[in-house]
């Protein structure tokens, strides 16, 4: 055997003519074919042929190699099945090791699968099918996927992998990376071929079916999700699914049903449907926009549109129907709103309005009651039942419209006024009974319903377990994830092992983001993140729990190359200048912070918002701003007894201050080597897109050795501004030289967030946050425009495992009216380009879902965890505490510590900080 392949190497490199050389390797491949066939089938030959065969500059090598191949399958079927067991390793070796593309790797195949068929009436067992359909999952060409499959189809037939092959069909269109228009001729001929042998396989096997719309909704959703429902056997193949499943597929999908009947499309959906009980809301919602947007996609390519038309458009109507079966009406409801403009171009085309009639039907009967949806609609009919009126063929389409219009005519009297122009248009007058028969055909929604600000579904936000005293872990992780530049940062990074802490806070984002519990527990992150002085089930400091949660992400950050993201966020830079004012030296000290602690005494107890006075003077340079050591600014700003204002606290913070000895806070002067009395001024040189502000709500009395709370009413205004030093002095610099040239650009900011502390002291009481509702959160589940507008500046509150919105957009000014012990202590405010502008761009509100389905894994996790959720007999309805009594409280009934039962919002009681 391996003398023949030596043999067979110094003919092809010997110094003789192409043709003797061909004459003598046929002559001696034939001779020993038809006398000793062990010795063609054998891997030594098999690997002299794969050489030859993969030499493109070698016509005579790439013809014998063919040859070759024949004989060997000829000579021993058994041989070939088992060497195409390998036929994915052998794949990946050819990659690593030479430079011959896949498409060239697959001929090799190819011929072999053709040889296998025109010389052998064995059927290629289960295994080698397998292992070849991996092999096609990779492939990147159309022509050579299309040529395989029809190679491999009647063997899955016979073997009961049709179904398999047509998933592998449909995840080679979704990956096809060329523009739609330039599939016009080739190409659209090769996707034309494929879609035909899906439709035949599905026609030979009920199953096909099951797998080409599983897997096309697995491929809408971003996550194969269905594939667990599937029998898809082999390891190679299951595993190629996962490494080649696309995270944004490709608009031809919308071509995979042309040939595949209406009917079993319908079948196949309502079973399916079934499953997806497990499935967030999210991803539902990103797959019920993609089937439609991929169809409106093609709408302004007529010369596809034939193609697409009715399959796709009845998987997709069923589909909608059955998620309003299944209880996620919701979804459906909020897509087709969002929609509406894009479905309304469908109705008036004239290929598409015939099939969109029953989407529109569909739309009518669920939105009824919202008046921008109705005249939207109703104004396109006159021009689609012209359409359908001059169409004979179409005559039944223009009864159904006259049906809806009278339906909706004679069933909404309020809106009789609007649709009268169009119901005297009609030239058909249904009867009663086809009255009753259009309302009832797809399920209506009440008008009577209301919509309820403090319905949980509407913010689908999730809580988090209290583990015991961690409110102040929780109140800070649902802010975090609540600012959208953070969030999508921790969604889209790849953390490794290095980074712990933000690989948890990864996964416990996607729990918050997908899952369906009513909360999560996050005692993984709990234990991740716990200083080391922090005792478990005690109580601790939410500021500090922040900033220590912020420079354990900064130091994992420094792992990873380039801008430490962290940094860039949540740290800003400022200068302390100190003036001796006994030799007048000033000393300029750099410091970086994570949050400006702002102070609450009776010298700060009035203090307003920054007047035109002492804008003037900050716009000068740094040597003005030192000047004010000497003639500080008078105050002219709003002052009320009510409280504090908090500009005017950030006023005072950056307004000078005295260090006394005679109050023990001296200056130690290195001039003067002596203690003095000094003056010292704050100017900021950075301020981070996420600003926090924490209030110095906790006094520690030396007489007692005990912190007080303070608790001095403060008001947050929505928008507030801070001046910023900028100058062309290198940032390495420790000081920075007196009247240098400066740039004062004034920063505004928007109040996103705030934690608050309720109890008497700050050894007992509790955490919770309240986050500003964006206005997306109501568009998104189907709120009108009124409501959204009334809405939009109210509240989320988030109180461990409650989770609850609040209309009043002065609830957070409203703390502790009602119950005095409840104060903000740390206060999130934003730049506007930090969060995202969600307004009312329906694509929008997925960016974040899109993003995490690049952890497929991690999604996986999460859908897996629905599964078991929704398994449970009894969804958890409450959540059980053990009460720590902490020792430092007063154990009385005036001490209720709780966050109270405050006239804006219902939140449970605690005693202790849970």
């Known amino acids: 055997m391996a003398e023949c392949a030596k043999l067979l190497q110094s003919i092809i490199n010997s110094q003789h003519e192409a043709k003797m050389k061909r004459s003598a390797i046929i002559t001696l491949l034939n001779h020993n074919a038809n006398n000793q066939p062990s010795i063609i089938a054998s891997m030594d030959v098999l690997q002299v042929a794969i050489e030859w065969f993969l030499h493109t500059d070698s016509l005579l090598k790439n013809e014998l190699a063919k040859i070759m191949l024949r004989l060997i399958v000829k000579s021993d079927i058994e041989f070939c099945q088992r060497q195409l067991l390998n036929a994915h390793r052998l794949q990946q070796l050819l990659l690593r090791s030479t430079s011959v593309s896949k498409a060239r790797i697959a001929e090799i195949f190819q011929s072999v699968v053709e040889y296998m068929n025109r010389y052998s009436k064995a059927d290629i067992n289960t295994p080698v099918l397998q292992v070849l359909l991996a092999c096609m999952i990779s492939w990147d060409n159309l022509q050579a996927i299309d040529k395989m499959a029809t190679l491999l189809s009647n063997h899955c037939c016979k073997q009961d992998h049709a179904g398999q092959l047509c998933l592998v069909l449909v995840l080679s269109i979704s990956r096809y990376n060329s523009q739609v228009q330039m599939i016009i001729d080739d190409d659209a001929k090769i996707v034309h071929h494929m879609c035909k042998l899906i439709g035949r396989l599905c026609q030979q096997q009920s199953a096909a079916v099951n797998y080409t719309i599983a897997s096309i909704l697995s491929l809408a959703m971003s996550v194969d999700i269905f594939m667990s429902m599937l029998d898809v056997s082999g390891e190679h193949l299951r595993n190629a699914i996962v490494d080649y499943f696309p995270i944004n597929p490709s608009p031809l999908l919308a071509y995979?049903?042309?040939?595949?009947?209406?009917?079993?499309?319908?079948?196949?959906?309502?079973?399916?449907?079934?499953?997806?009980?497990?499935?967030?809301?999210?991803?539902?919602?990103?797959?019920?926009?993609?089937?439609?947007?991929?169809?409106?996609?093609?709408?302004?390519?007529?010369?596809?549109?034939?193609?697409?038309?009715?399959?796709?458009?009845?998987c997709t109507l069923q589909f909608y129907v059955s998620m309003i079966q299944v209880g996620r009406d919701k979804v459906i409801d909020c897509v087709l709103r969002n929609k509406i403009d894009q479905v309304c171009i469908c109705l008036q085309n004239k290929q598409s309005c015939h099939s969109f009639l029953p989407l529109i039907h569909l739309i009518l009967c669920r939105h009824y009651h919202s008046l921008d949806i109705v005249t939207k609609i109703m104004n396109c009919f006159p021009s689609v039942m012209d359409i359908f009126y001059q169409d004979p063929d179409m005559y039944s389409s223009y009864q159904k419209c006259c049906q809806i219009v009278h339906a909706m005519f004679h069933s909404i009297p309020n809106y009789q006024d609007i649709l009268r122009p169009i119901y005297n248009y009609t030239k058909y007058t249904p009867k009663k009974e086809e009255l009753t028969t259009v309302m009832s055909e797809y399920q209506i929604v009440d008008t009577k319903q209301v919509p309820d600000t403090n319905w949980s579904l509407m913010t689908k936000k999730i809580g988090l377990d209290n583990l015991g005293n961690t409110c102040y872990m929780n109140s800070i992780l649902q802010i975090l994830y609540m600012l959208d530049g953070f969030r999508q940062f921790v969604v889209r990074s790849s953390f490794d092992k290095l980074q712990p802490l933000l690989k948890e806070l990864q996964r416990l984002f996607a729990y918050l983001g997908l899952s369906q519990r009513k909360s999560i527990c996050p005692r993984e992150f709990a234990r991740l993140s716990r200083p080391e002085w922090f005792q478990e089930f005690e109580q601790q400091d939410s500021s500090e729990f922040l900033k220590y949660l912020l420079s354990c992400f900064e130091k994992e950050e420094v792992h990873r190359k380039g801008q430490n993201y962290i940094q860039h966020v949540f740290q800003g830079e400022l200068i302390n200048h100190i003036r001796c004012k006994k030799c007048h030296n000033v000393i300029q000290n750099k410091e970086e912070f994570l949050d400006l602690m702002l102070a609450l005494n009776t010298e700060t107890a009035k203090l307003g918002s920054i007047d035109s006075n002492v804008k003037e003077e900050v716009q000068g340079n740094l040597t003005a701003a030192i000047q004010n050591l000497d003639n500080p600014p008078s105050n002219n700003g709003t002052d009320t007894e009510a409280g504090h204002s908090l500009q005017g606290l950030l006023d005072k913070f950056l307004s000078k201050e005295h260090l006394l000895m005679d109050q023990g806070n001296s200056y130690s002067c290195e001039q003067c080597n002596e203690n003095t009395d000094a003056e010292i001024i704050r100017t900021l040189t950075r301020l981070p897109p996420c600003l926090i502000l924490s209030l110095k709500r906790f006094s520690y009395d030396s007489i007692t050795h005990k912190r007080s709370k303070v608790f001095h009413k403060v008001h947050f205004p929505n928008e507030i501004t801070l001046p910023c030093y900028v100058t062309s002095q290198p940032t390495g610099s420790a000081n920075i030289a007196i009247g240098h040239s400066q740039e004062i650009e004034f920063i505004k900011y928007n109040l996103h967030s705030a934690v608050i502390h309720s109890g008497l002291t700050a050894d007992g009481g509790h955490y919770y946050s309240l986050v500003k509702m964006p206005s997306d959160y109501y568009t998104q589940y189907n709120y009108s425009l009124a409501e959204v507008a009334t809405n939009q500046n109210g509240w989320i509150i988030f109180n461990d495992t409650h989770v609850q919105c609040n209309a009043n957009s002065n609830a957070l000014e409203n703390i502790g009216c009602d119950h005095s012990y409840a104060v903000a202590y740390i206060l999130f405010y934003v730049q506007d380009d930090f969060q995202c502008n969600r307004s009312y761009e329906p694509n929008v509100i997925n960016s974040f879902y899109e993003e995490l389905l690049t952890n497929q894994d991690l999604v996986r996790e999460v859908i897996l965890d629905n599964a078991r959720y929704a398994k449970e007999n009894q969804p958890r309805k409450t959540v059980t505490v053990t009460k720590v009594k902490n020792t430092d409280v007063d154990d009385n009934d005036d001490d209720t510590g709780s966050s109270g039962n405050n006239r804006d919002y219902d939140i449970p009681m605690n005693r202790y900080i849970y």
């Not at 499309?265 to 999210?282: E, F, L, M, N, R």
């Open 256 to 314: 995979t049903l042309q040939y595949v009947s209406v009917a079993d499309i319908k079948q196949s959906v309502i079973a399916i449907s079934g499953h997806t009980a497990p499935i967030p809301d999210a991803l539902l919602s990103l797959a019920t926009e993609r089937m439609l947007e991929w169809f409106y996609y093609f709408i302004s390519k007529p010369i596809h549109y034939h193609i697409i038309e009715p399959g796709w458009l009845a």
